[in-house]
């Protein structure tokens, strides 16, 4: 089985830089949206830069762009390990 990337630094960097320049603070953490120890490394650097108010996971594949196998552990573990995490470090209210 082939295991595909979805992380491009490059293009996140760019990111980084054009919000940046609109005027926005902006932190970056390539994130494994599949790992558990990945996804408590980024609440951790989020609640670490303040009150996590909000989290949205876009994460998520469709049966074109993966196997069953991959949608499953993306859109339904992953997100439940990010659901998780992220309540965890959650701001009240």
Do not use: C, W
């Not at 609109?22 to 490394?41: F, P, R």
Request: charged content about 25%; hydrophobic content about 40%.
């Amino acid at each position: 089985m082939q295991v595909r990337r979805d992380i491009n630094e490059e293009k996140l960097e760019t990111l980084k830089h054009d919000l940046t320049y609109s005027g926005y603070d902006v932190e970056t953490q390539v994130t494994n949206a599949m790992d558990l120890d990945s996804i408590k490394v980024l609440a951790e650097k989020a609640a670490s830069l303040g009150p996590v108010m909000y989290f949205i996971d876009t994460a998520g594949a469709s049966p074109n762009q993966a196997s069953p196998e991959h949608i499953i552990n993306l859109d339904l573990i992953g997100t439940s390990y990010a659901i998780d995490e992220f309540g965890k470090v959650m701001a009240r209210g």
